[in-house]
């Protein structure tokens, strides 16, 4: 789906004029070469801020990446900044980080990245602990909001246990760098083990695994089929029956396996494992995609809009989780489940009350499921905001060029930036993140 | 017949799976969709499903009746269209409405012999896009024209064309050298063997419910692949009724006399649009790739009448070669849970099979001991093409894959682990018939 608008004011005539007027400028965000992943990975040179062992062992991270890297403000454009704040223990040793920060961001490339390592504040700390690093939480999504040209701003999180340089730590931290993260603004990635394992080739973290994508004929789906299978995975796409054509095609591109059935059956996982396991053995990472839409004000909702809404996005997923986490063997390293939420989930939509119902739900049960799950799995969530699908071209023009503008990003993301989301949270890097809702919406203005 | 080859084979091709798109009608949904696209969907569909992009097969065999001239290496150009290897070779095949239960027996036949390891049998046809050619008389002016070196005889030409010469001829389905088409041929049949209406009527009613409950009952969800917006049979009628369908009017054997017609455009096969096919292979190259043995190829058979002097009806041809198949097989009717007969028109099914019980008819014409009645129970349980639709070229491989699908199901349901057996017959224009014996793995 393009967007005109965005377009309109990065080229030409129309460019001047819109900078002239000061009108809001989209960018073109800075996304993944499928011929050259992760080639740069960042645009520019590496800024390391901080001190102390946690910093130099980021840095050495990032030496190891062949990344230009430097402790202090280079000459010419910098790609990516990386403010480390694990050691800070009161507010007002975030002063000289924080001001360094400031005087390189006019230099900052655009498709630039800010990323903010800390640690979680606990009910445990001391206030003052708890407060600065809390007090990160304000800071990175004001510095997001202040960026331009592509550039976001994000934060890993560490908890108690986790060292700056566990893989999770350091595959989050990769992540939210590269391309893969484009429309990931203003957001933390919490990483709350060291569990996980660096990938043999970063490219192709997911060589050899086998992943199940629900919905995998169109839209999101397809796309998340294609970055699934770009990073090295066997992808078994499910759809209904009735998708069956633009499955096979997408399967076909992927080389794939295309499965038609309605995830609403009784014996649907029985049939996906089946299937899988004949094939593959096993199954690693299953992604809930599949998920529909019956908008209308609750006042005028007939009970199967609401019913269906239900049964597909949440009932379903519950059925399913229940026999792949029952199948003995099924994930011999480990289950990843990754479930499609929305930003309707978190902050409500006008319309769509069974929706928002079935998303929030959906992120109740991956909050539990992780509890379930951990040290042999993980489930997380992602939330994209507005994305540029088949099913956000329907919405009015008007609505849908104001929604667009909505974030600080002021542009709808495209179907891969969920997709790459996804594609990291089932990597192996990720092992240490669990429980989390991952948002892609660009730094939405509704919810967090 | 002490001379022909016994069953088993040295080893026996596994029908692994199958996928074919929903058939259209005539002038439908596919009314813009050539045999070479409609047969790369179904390839397409089921690579997908099976996995098998840039698989190298041992082969693929194709065919359609209706064929344009440009397709004449059809089944290559849509092997090279699809994800399949390109060094797939491939080969087209032509048994008129057995065109694709031919082509399951060719690859079959090669697995079976050691020559390939895997392959895919497919047909297809269009009536929507059937080639139009021109008069003998204008073919043989153009001819000439293109030969011609001088103006002065491309013009005489060019001026020897008669408005005439200009009409279009249509392929029908008349028999060549009886003129007759094939349904006034089979109200000849209908009437020599007393078949009634109602008769006819029953079968086409089963027909359709049978069809429309094996889609309920999801019995189709790895068999076909929605194309062009269709996701069923176009001409499958769930709602009919016994009522609706006697209410319609004779359309064949009109001239056979007062109150004889009794065939109607509801049990008679509609002109039809689509595409199937099956893959074959062997049961270890199924089990290297983690694919289902869902039935293997037992045995085939076919067969031809003389229906130019009258001696047979034009499409009896399953009534010789079911029972010469069962013989040599040593087989019975009872030994089978699935009996499958294309339905070209509801009595071709009630000729065939009152042919089938007839001692007369059997010792003098077959020369072999009746086979008895057959079981109404399994006769076609999920339907067949007076509910789906006959696609010429592509109705055998639609029923070698709901056949095999039917056979892996019962088999799972059978605790005591005996043979289920599955039985195919397909008449054919020419008045030729192909037959198949399937067994569950």
């Not at chain 1, 480390?84 to 000289?96: C, H, N």
């Not at chain 2, 057995?98 to 697995?111: P, R």
């Not at chain 2, 176009?234 to 056979?256: H, M, N």
């Not at chain 2, 001991?369 to 592509?394: C, D, E, K, Q, T």
Request: aromatic share 4%; charged share 20%.
């Amino acid at each position: 789906m393009s967007d005109a608008y965005l377009e309109l004011v990065n080229s030409g005539i129309t460019k001047t004029l819109a900078t002239k007027l000061g009108l809001p400028r989209p960018a073109h965000l800075r996304r993944t070469d499928p011929s050259a992943v992760d080639t740069p990975l960042v645009p520019g040179r590496t800024l390391v801020i901080g001190e102390g062992p946690d910093t130099d062992a980021i840095a050495r991270v990032l030496l190891g990446w062949d990344l230009d890297v430097h402790r202090n403000a280079p000459e010419g454009k910098v790609g990516a900044v990386v403010v480390v704040l694990t050691d800070l223990t009161s507010p007002e040793q975030a002063s000289q980080r924080v001001r360094a920060l400031g005087s390189v961001l006019r230099s900052l490339a655009p498709g630039g990245r800010v990323v903010t390592v800390s640690r979680a504040a606990g009910p445990e700390d001391e206030p003052a602990v708890a407060a600065v690093r809390h007090g990160v939480d304000g800071l990175l999504r004001s510095v997001a909001k202040e960026l331009r040209a592509g550039a976001t701003g994000n934060g890993v999180v560490l908890g108690e246990t986790v060292s700056p340089d566990a893989p999770s730590a350091v595959g989050a931290l990769r992540f939210l760098l590269s391309a893969r993260s484009a429309f990931v603004d203003g957001q933390f990635v919490r990483v709350s083990t060291p569990d996980g394992a660096a990938p043999a080739d970063w490219t192709r973290p997911l060589e050899g695994r086998v992943a199940v994508v629900t919905g995998a004929a169109r839209g999101i789906g397809a796309e998340i089929a294609r970055v699934l299978h770009r990073d090295g995975a066997q992808v078994l796409g499910v759809d209904v029956p009735a998708a069956g054509e633009s499955l096979a095609t997408v399967m076909n591109e992927v080389g794939g396996i295309a499965l038609q059935l309605d995830i609403t059956a009784d014996d649907a996982a029985e049939r996906i494992i089946e299937r899988a396991r004949a094939r593959y053995g096993r199954i690693d990472v299953v992604v809930h995609n599949a998920g529909i839409t019956r908008d209308k004000l609750l006042a005028n909702m007939k009970p199967e809009q609401w019913d269906a809404v239900v049964a597909v996005n949440i009932e379903a997923q519950l059925r399913m989780n229940d026999v792949f986490l029952a199948a003995d063997g099924l994930a011999p390293d480990g289950l990843r489940l990754v479930s499609l939420a929305s930003t309707s989930g978190i902050a409500g939509n006008r319309g769509q009350t069974n929706y928002g119902f079935s998303k929030a739900a959906v992120i109740g049960m991956t909050r539990s499921l992780a509890g379930r799950v951990a040290g042999a799995g993980t489930a997380n969530a992602v939330a994209p905001g507005f994305i540029e699908t088949e099913m956000t071209a329907r919405i009015p023009t008007l609505t849908r060029q104001v929604a667009r503008r909505l974030n600080s990003l002021q542009q709808g993301g495209q179907p891969v930036d969920v997709a790459e989301a996804i594609a990291f949270l089932a990597s192996p890097q990720a092992g240490g993140i669990n429980g989390e809702v991952l948002r892609v919406c660009g730094q939405n203005m509704v919810g967090q | 017949m002490p001379n022909r080859p016994s069953s088993p084979t040295p080893r026996r091709a596994a029908v692994i799976g199958s996928n074919r798109i929903p058939f259209g009608k005539a002038g439908g949904a596919y009314a813009n969709a050539s045999n070479l696209d409609m047969l790369g969907a179904a390839l397409s569909g089921l690579v997908a499903r099976f996995q098998l992009q840039g698989e190298r097969l041992g082969d693929v065999a194709g065919g359609a009746v209706l064929k344009h001239s440009r397709d004449f290496n059809m089944t290559r150009e849509a092997v090279l269209g699809s994800a399949l290897s390109p060094q797939t070779p491939a080969f087209d095949v032509q048994r008129a409405c057995g065109t694709s239960l031919e082509t399951v027996t060719a690859v079959a036949n090669k697995i079976a012999l050691g020559q390939i390891d895997s392959g895919i049998a497919a047909g297809v046809d269009s009536t929507s896009d059937a080639p139009i050619v021109v008069s003998d008389r204008l073919r043989g002016t153009l001819i000439k024209l293109s030969r011609a070196k001088t103006i002065p005889d491309k013009l005489r030409l060019v001026a020897s064309i008669r408005p005439g010469d200009l009409a279009p001829v249509a392929p029908d389905v008349a028999e060549p050298r009886t003129g007759l088409s094939m349904g006034e041929h089979q109200a000849l049949t209908t009437l020599k063997w007393k078949i009634t209406r109602e008769a006819q009527d029953e079968i086409a009613l089963a027909s359709h419910q049978n069809l429309a409950q094996a889609y309920s009952d999801g019995l189709f969800d790895d068999l076909i692949t929605p194309y062009r917006g269709l996701t069923r049979d176009e001409s499958l009628r769930p709602d009919t009724s016994a009522e609706k369908l006697a209410k319609l009017k004779p359309v064949f054997g009109k001239g056979l006399g007062e109150g004889v017609a009794t065939m109607t455009a509801g049990n008679s096969t509609p002109l039809s649009d689509g595409a199937a096919t099956v893959l074959l292979g062997t049961d270890e190259w199924a089990a290297e790739r983690g694919l289902p043995v869902l039935a293997h190829v037992v045995d085939a058979e076919a067969a031809a009448v003389d229906f130019v002097r009258g001696e047979e009806g034009l499409l009896m041809g399953g009534a010789y070669a079911v029972p010469r198949l069962l013989h040599r097989n040593k087989l019975v009717l009872a030994d089978f849970d699935f009996i499958e007969i294309h339905e070209a028109f509801a009595s071709t099914v009630l000729t065939t099979t009152a042919a089938w019980a007839d001692e007369k008819f059997m010792v003098e014409k077959v020369g072999l001991p009746p086979l008895g009645r057959i079981n109404p129970a399994v006769l076609n349980v999920a339907g067949s093409s007076l509910a789906a639709g006959h696609p010429f070229g592509a109705t055998g491989a639609r029923i070698v894959g709901t056949l095999a699908t039917l056979l892996a199901r019962a088999k799972k349901d059978r605790p005591d682990g005996g043979a289920v057996r599955g039985l195919i017959s397909v008449c054919a224009a020419g008045g030729q018939a192909v037959a198949m014996i399937l067994e569950a793995a």
